[in-house]
């Protein structure tokens, strides 16, 4: 028998949430598109989240009973900025005392900025298609800069700007609710910015501590519907580009391309961009396949059950193969790589422990080939509110009811915890009950 794969000593093991998602009590261009019937899922309930807010010093203890030391968790913009200028101080003096109570727990926050919502004037008054969104960005990333004066964190200024561009200004399907290629594009130009912005920002306060700066990047890996097709074939080279790497390409070269045709496009520069993330962030969860149709946008996608695994419960492909695809790209740009998440909708709760396995020995075979992953982020440390999918699926590794909001550990916590303090990549224990595909 061969000895199992094992990670290295510093390899970092954390878990992940969004501000919105969990914490409750916020109010921002979510809670309005709630408000208005935008979800795919009926119950709306605004801006509730799990009681994170809260229960956040009750919450610590279950990250560290994970033995994970990295928490990635995002600043809520509305809370802290709710009128445009008017800063909460109250909710600023809150965050810092989070962020410390992890420090004091041995856990490294990862601090994201921007996690897809906003505070409600945003959208009106700065839009990101307007050069006056850097101004507002500017000074809350400033603002950031200074909560976290000292504090030894890492950032992730922006999640998925992929993601929220394609939801925010080509579906329509998340606020703003745009469709509109051209704002599209220079909406796109800004959030590289923003990046620069807040990253320069972000190193003042860093007061000698090292303070790793990168993006969290959405990334899917790409196949043709019909493999034979060249039009199905072109898609899928354009998807990688354009959604996969155009952002981190922005951040490595100081230049922004965009090709996704019927969609968007453009090109711009970016002043300050070279080199300047300090890792690179990929969230990972499927595949997708592509298939060109004759009417716009002229992309169909689709998540297909190919290898007869069954579907994760939110509909999407199992596939842990994509995983080490998309980590050996990331070796072009010759920096450390972070996941910053993985993860999948397990209603069950029995089937995350093989999902975990099946992730960490795509992660570590990558690593055997000379990708440099040094931090996995789970995605998520509990069950939370799913964006257009409300309160169907659970992320989560403990269980959240949502009536109570009581926390139960599922199968994965102590597996979690057996590979991020033993180090070494043993296979889950079979599942007692047969999770139902
Ligand atoms: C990612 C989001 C995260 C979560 C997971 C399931 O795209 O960044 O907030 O919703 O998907």
Redesign the pocket.
Known sequence: MSTPPSFPPDFVFGVAT?AY?VEGGIENDWSDWERAGKLHDAQARCGKGTGHWERFFDDVPLIQRLGATAYRLSIEWARVEPERSRWDDEAWAGYRRRLEALTRAGIRPVVTLH??THPRWFHAQTPWHEPSSLDSWTRYANRCADLLDGLDVAVTTI??PN?FLLGGYLSGLMPPGLSDGKKAFAAAANLVRAHVAARAALLETARGTQRPIGV?Q?MTLFAPSRRWHPLDQALTRLGEAGFNHAFLEALHTGTLRLQLPGLTAGKATIDGGTRSMDFVGI?Y?TRAHLRFITRPPFIHFEFVDKLHRGLTDIGWEYYPEGFGVLLRQLKRYGLPVWVT?N?M?DRSGLRRPRYLYDHWKELLAARADGVNVTTYLH??LMDNF??LEAWG?R?GLYRVDFETLERTPTPACDYFREVASSRVLTPPPEPREKAQP
């Open positions: 969004s998602q996690h897809f999640n998925e993601v969290a959405h969230n969860y998440e993860g909708d995605w998520s799913e964006w699926p992320f």
